[in-house]
């Protein structure tokens, strides 16, 4: 049976997940089917009600509105040809397209919600299609667009007809974090809410980081990365580790090292936890996939290991 202690992370970790709805496959910001209804857990799982949003189709990457009543991210649904950004209720109705023009992904809500932010190829028809899923054919000419919650008053912030994606927004909405190949490989980037002042964060040579997000002090960052030999080789499931970061590109810290695939990762509100999906308790055979909550002070690591991973 496990401990009250056990069963309050928990519920704690459903707390951090309110911000996260459908979890990314591991490559990129893959499209992936919403989850069926979980089975009913045992008596000492400790796991909470899960329940299907209906009516949505296949989907990947929702994430709560800041009033929690709203959910944004990629579908395909009845008629589309592609992935779209849809808003709806967490129950389902009000399903809304934002856009009806190439390929969508990676959505975010602006802390007060009063805008969204959102990826497409829209602007770029001449291009490949290319592939989310693929680290080594993104979709280039992604670009970063913010619009009213109805899909209205859109706005480009990026115009460079690479990958520009996975994109989130500072808790004080003062900064837009998102992933970039504009510098010739994934790293992260930051900018300002309408497009100007974009900065390099991330310079890490044998890496490719992906996924961010920033803790609610507004400097300190967490991502997933691979070894871009790994990707080069085609491994699967491919092996990520999660780093955290401060926005200046400063204090750079390697959290796992277990040979896993960790990804998704995601901070709690109280800045101290952290909630991601790993595959770190899988055997050959089992191939199992779970969300896990730790302590990011207990996730130590030496500067001997930091040199490494840069």
Same mark, same amino acid.
């Given at each position: 049976?496990?401990?009250?202690?056990?069963?309050?992370?928990?519920?704690? /970790?459903?707390?951090?997940?309110?911000?996260?709805?459908?979890?990314?496959?591991?490559?990129?910001?893959?499209?992936?089917?919403? /989850?069926? /209804?979980?089975?009913?857990?045992?008596?000492?799982?400790?796991?909470?009600? %899960?329940?299907?949003? =209906?009516?949505?189709?296949?989907?990947?990457?929702?994430?709560?509105?800041?009033?929690?009543?709203?959910?944004?991210?990629?579908?395909?649904?009845?008629?589309?040809?592609?992935?779209? %950004?849809?808003?709806?209720?967490?129950?389902?109705?009000?399903?809304?397209?934002?856009?009806?023009?190439?390929?969508?992904?990676?959505?975010?809500?602006?802390?007060?919600?009063?805008?969204?932010?959102?990826?497409?190829?829209?602007?770029?028809?001449? @291009?490949?299609?290319?592939?989310?899923?693929?680290?080594?054919?993104? =979709?280039?000419?992604?670009? @970063?667009?913010?619009?009213?919650?109805?899909?209205?008053?859109?706005?480009?912030?990026?115009?460079?007809?690479?990958?520009?994606?996975?994109?989130?927004? $500072?808790?004080?909405?003062?900064?837009?974090?998102?992933?970039?190949?504009?510098?010739?490989?994934?790293?992260?980037?930051?900018?300002?809410?309408?497009?100007?002042?974009?900065?390099?964060?991330?310079?890490?040579?044998?890496?490719?980081?992906?996924?961010?997000?920033?803790?609610?002090?507004?400097?300190?960052?967490?991502?997933? $990365?691979?070894?871009?030999?790994?990707?080069?080789?085609?491994?699967?499931?491919?092996?990520?580790?999660?780093?955290?970061?401060?926005?200046?590109?400063?204090?750079?810290?390697?959290?796992?090292?277990?040979?896993?695939?960790?990804?998704?990762?995601? =901070?709690? =509100?109280?800045?101290?936890?952290?909630?991601?999906?790993?595959?770190?308790?899988?055997?050959?055979?089992?191939?199992?996939?779970? %969300?896990?909550?730790?302590?990011?002070?207990?996730?130590? %690591?030496?500067?001997?290991?930091? /040199?490494?991973?840069?």
């Amino acid at each position: 049976m496990r401990t009250r202690q056990a069963c309050q992370r928990v519920a704690y /970790a459903a707390s951090a997940l309110s911000a996260l709805v459908l979890s990314t496959h591991p490559i990129g910001h893959a499209q992936s089917a919403a /989850a069926p /209804a979980a089975a009913p857990a045992t008596p000492d799982a400790c796991e909470l009600p %899960v329940h299907r949003i =209906p009516d949505l189709g296949p989907g990947a990457e929702f994430y709560f509105s800041p009033d929690g009543t709203h959910i944004i991210g990629n579908a395909k649904r009845e008629g589309d040809s592609s992935f779209h %950004v849809y808003t709806l209720n967490i129950d389902g109705t009000d399903i809304r397209r934002i856009n009806d023009k190439g390929d969508d992904a990676c959505s975010f809500y602006f802390p007060d919600g009063k805008r969204i932010i959102w990826t497409s190829t829209k602007d770029h028809p001449e @291009l490949d299609k290319s592939n989310y899923s693929d680290p080594s054919a993104y =979709p280039q000419g992604s670009e @970063l667009y913010t619009s009213n919650l109805d899909g209205g008053d859109v706005k480009r912030l990026t115009n460079n007809a690479v990958y520009d994606a996975e994109v989130s927004v $500072a808790a004080n909405g003062k900064w837009i974090l998102f992933g970039s190949q504009r510098s010739g490989k994934m790293e992260l980037w930051k900018m300002n809410p309408d497009g100007s002042n974009p900065v390099q964060i991330t310079h890490l040579d044998r890496w490719e980081p992906g996924g961010s997000f920033v803790f609610g002090d507004g400097k300190t960052i967490i991502f997933r $990365a691979w070894r871009t030999e790994d990707s080069k080789a085609k491994k699967h499931p491919l092996p990520m580790d999660l780093f955290t970061i401060q926005s200046d590109g400063t204090g750079l810290r390697q959290l796992t090292h277990d040979g896993g695939t960790n990804w998704s990762p995601f =901070p709690a =509100p109280d800045g101290h936890w952290l909630i991601f999906t790993s595959t770190r308790d899988s055997t050959p055979d089992s191939h199992l996939t779970g %969300v896990y909550l730790e302590d990011i002070s207990s996730l130590h %690591v030496g500067p001997a290991e930091v /040199a490494k991973a840069k």
